[in-house]
């Protein structure tokens, strides 16, 4: 068995986007497929490791998101089996109201950024749960609830090798910045509490996180990127008390997180190559409603 992360290229800077290939006994899996706009990539990086399109029979995805799972519906259609969160399932067959989600986002730039999302036939979508044993390929994949930064999200493990798609956070390769993807409406603290308890109990030899490339400090990379999410957390916590207008407070936090990211030794070029992935007004307005939803509900 071997996992090979293949570089979708996304928005032309390199390494930010993964696609794992799993080459398993019985030929290729891939665990995350990345959005429309990268598939002519995907495509051509299966091409170099010698296999077509149709060679791909199984397709995973931690979670519905444009950037994990945006053209799971052309891999179905091309006759992939795919495997998605029983919550996830319905809108990857119909995916009107994730993309309208996606839109509150990213407006007009939805098409440039992530290209078509094509509806799945149904008959090759498999809603998959938590615990379940997904035996694709001559591999046996295992599926762990991992909600936090969304409900319907997955971790894989496979062996001592976990899929964490955003459960364990955005990491580029050889850098130890950790950013976290926050996308609204989904951030849920004490859902991702647990989930970082799960994760730290498996014992995991190494995380491949999409955004990107393996993670092999297991342990002190979930300690670090648990503490950066309450950190994250309270720091806009304490703006939305104070009663932070958004923009000012994007700056703020933009600001806070590139003095971190600079004590690390990231460069700025580094510094924006994780905000194309997961740009932090993103991750502010979802930790920004999680906490004002709080508040709003602790008057009730
Ligand atoms: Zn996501």
Redesign the pocket.
């Known amino acids: 068995m071997e996992i090979i992360p293949l570089d979708l290229r996304f928005r032309g800077v390199e390494k930010t986007i993964a696609s794992y290939l799993v080459i398993g006994p019985q030929g290729p899996v891939l665990v995350e497929c990345g959005p429309g706009s990268t598939l002519p990539n995907l495509i051509e990086e299966l091409a170099k490791r010698g296999f077509k399109p149709d060679d791909v029979r199984h397709v995973l995805v931690t ?1 519905i ?1 444009l ?2 799972a945006g053209c799971l519906g052309w891999w179905a259609n091309k006759g992939a089996r795919v495997y998605v969160h029983e919550v996830g399932a319905p809108h990857i067959v119909q995916p009107e109201n994730l993309l309208k989600s996606a839109r509150r986002i990213y407006g007009d730039q939805l098409e440039p950024i992530f290209g078509d999302v094509l509806p799945a036939r149904a008959s090759q979508v498999q809603a998959v749960r938590g615990g379940d044993v997904l035996e694709v390929g001559g591999l046996r994949f295992e599926a762990i609830d991992t909600p936090g ?2 409900k319907h999200h997955h971790v894989f493990c496979l062996d001592g090798a976990a899929f964490t ?2 459960a364990a956070g955005v990491r580029l390769p050889g850098i130890p910045y950790i950013d976290v ?1 926050a ?1 609204p409406p989904e951030f849920d603290l004490p859902a991702w509490r647990k989930t970082f308890d799960i994760l730290k109990s498996r014992d995991f030899e190494v995380l491949y996180p999409t955004h990107f490339g393996p993670v092999h400090d297991v342990s002190e990379h979930l300690e670090a990127f648990a503490e950066h999410v309450e950190n994250a957390s309270s720091f806009i916590h304490k703006e939305v008390e104070m009663g932070s207008e958004r923009d000012p407070l994007i700056d703020r936090y933009v600001q806070w997180n590139r003095e971190r990211s600079e004590t690390l030794g990231v460069t700025p070029a580094v510094f924006d190559a994780y905000q194309s992935v997961n740009p932090m007004s993103m991750s502010v307005d979802g930790i920004r409603r999680y906490w004002t939803k709080q508040r709003e509900q602790a008057k009730k």
């Open positions: 979670h998101h950037d994990h930064h969304a798609g955003d993807p996308v």
